[in-house]
């Protein structure tokens, strides 16, 4: 299962960005205003059961006047992964590229990584992974029934005392 959560436009500065190229980065989660980062800010993705995915789109966009190049963008972090396109890209004023950071959890436990872009800007990943939950079962009367979060109760039939 790919849970996309948001997205958000990065700001970009320094190597390949020209002064008068202008980049910024938001998260469009449903937020008003937009949840707005800077190199070094933190995304925090959902908990994700082992086996799912979560993640998030990232839309870069060149809102200045000259051109910007984004030469590398990286991922590390286990169960961290990255998508889009073909670097390097040149971005001419007005320009859009999505890229995608997604999530899938190997081992349960607590998880982090970084996004670094042209070796300047980074944003820092944190996510849980959860282990797949389990299921019980009982037997009463001849039928089986299963335990989940809608149905948690154990029902036994009457016994007499002393008598099983």
């Known amino acids: 299962m790919r849970k996309i959560l948001g997205s958000f436009v990065l700001l970009l500065a320094g190597l390949c960005v020209p002064a008068s190229a202008q980049l910024a980065y938001q998260i469009n989660d449903g ?52 998508s889009g396109p ?18 899938s959890p190997t081992v349960a436990g607590a998880a982090s990584g970084v996004v670094v872009i042209n070796n300047l800007d980074s944003i820092v990943l944190n996510a849980v992974g959860l282990a797949t939950p389990l299921v019980y079962s009982y037997t009463a009367a001849g039928t089986t029934f299963t335990l989940s979060p809608t149905n948690t109760s154990v029902v036994f039939s009457p016994v007499a005392i002393g008598q099983s």
């Open 31 to 82: 937020t008003v205003p937009p949840k707005v980062l800077v190199s070094g800010s933190v995304l925090t993705f959902p908990q994700t059961v082992l086996g799912d995915q979560s993640g998030f789109v990232i839309q870069i966009t060149n809102s200045g006047s000259s051109n910007a190049v984004l030469n590398t963008i990286t991922i590390s972090g286990p169960g961290f992964r990255l």
């Open 86 to 103: 073909e670097l390097p890209l040149l971005l001419a004023p007005k320009d859009k590229t999505n890229l995608v950071v997604t999530f």
